[in-house]
């Protein structure tokens, strides 16, 4: 029988990645805690319609990458592709937009049938942020200032803001027919998917990674050029709120953002840190999709940390940095304590022993292996765990253990690591001896 494998861009996590990603997703919490920013849940699965509606037919996203299929009651679901429409879609269902403003951040697995590549696989993660109910150019600011801080509190350093305007509808618009013009008149030159792009979403075009395509937009119509002086004056105001927080940016006329529901401040935040620009986080105003969705007409804003890239790049500030912060969340946490014995009362004993002691905030790892005194020191010193407690049937007898300080030496060296007398009944003592 052939062994089992998992579907190609779906990837497991092991323990020890999965400690790093907690890690990361519990200084994400507090950093929103503090900000006053609750968290919200989704279902994984959707009404198709929802993201035919929200993110637009004729983006990529609902056109080639979806997971769509009819379930038993015919009707067409959809595992969620991004998290703007799933969180729209609830905050409408359950009247909080009727209820004053909200701030809301979510994290999970989003699916996208796309080749999957470093940092970018089928079942792929989000961690994101939607403010619904302010219109003001100073909260895009604040909603910037929140991934922003967030990135650099992770300890990443080589970060990059570029900022844009997509206007108004009606800025969009006039934009978008003179873009059309000028695409036509230079359709040879585009790349197979630009032109089919352009009668489509002409805008995406501008995010076009090719090479020759890139080149060639250079010489294109500029979208700053068919903004209205209230659209750019609001962008202005953006620019102004940046500055005064001290966050640097840069205007790039080109970021549009791969989904039609934006309309003003666009943004993305890239690092530098795996040597080519990599986007960590991106986002932007949607004032138009909660009533798009059939809710009130709502002010939003909202932006999306990709956690697989933003696991990357962590790697690679940690490696270049290795007492920085990166390193220190995601390097593995080390046992307080490795317990070793040996003995049927011994084994009876260290089980109880090491329950109380977690019970008491320490780590413990409890050697349930019943093996030599040696290979438990082994394993221990491998364990890279500060102390080691010692038990076997003479010391349980008597209820005294020894207790090893394993810090900067090898259990198997010659020379013995400190080692102190513990009595087993006191775990307070056991405990205060480790921390101090």
Known sequence: M????????????LPDQTNRWQAVEAEARNHFLKARVLEIR???????????????ENTDVVGKE???????????????????????????????????KHRLWYNGPMFRYERPQAGRQRQFHQLGVEFFGWSSSLVDAEAI?????????LGINKLVLQINTLGDSTDREKYRSTLINWLEKNFENLDKDSQKRLHTNPLRILDTKIPATQELLKEAPKLLDSISESSQSRFKDVQDALAALMIPFSINPNLVRGLDYYGHTAFEIISTQLGAQSTLCGGGRYDGLVEKLGGPSTPAIGWAIGMERLMLVLAAEANANPIGKAASLITEKKPDIYL??????AEKISLKIAVNLRQEG??????????????QFKRADRSHASWALIIGDDEAIKGKGRLKNLRGHSAQKSQSPIEK??????????????RN
């Open 421 to 434: 007398i513990v009595s087993l009944d006191n775990y307070i003592s056991i405990v205060d001896q480790v």
């Open 42 to 56: 989704t279902p994984l699965l959707e009404a198709t319609d929802l993201f035919a509606r929200g993110i637009g």
């Open 362 to 375: 320490l780590v413990v790892d409890l050697d349930s292996s019943g093996g030599s005194f040696a290979k």
């Open 145 to 153: 200032a929140l991934a922003w801080s967030l990135l650099k509190t």
């Open 340 to 345: 070793i014995n040996q003995g049927e009362l």
């Open 2 to 13: 052939d062994q089992l494998q998992s579907l190609r861009g779906m990837v497991d996590l």
């Open 66 to 100: 979806m997971y769509t299929f009819l379930d038993r009651g015919q009707r067409s679901c959809t595992l969620r592709p991004e998290g703007t429409a799933s969180v729209v879609r609830a905050a409408i269902q359950k009247g909080m937009l009727t209820n004053g």
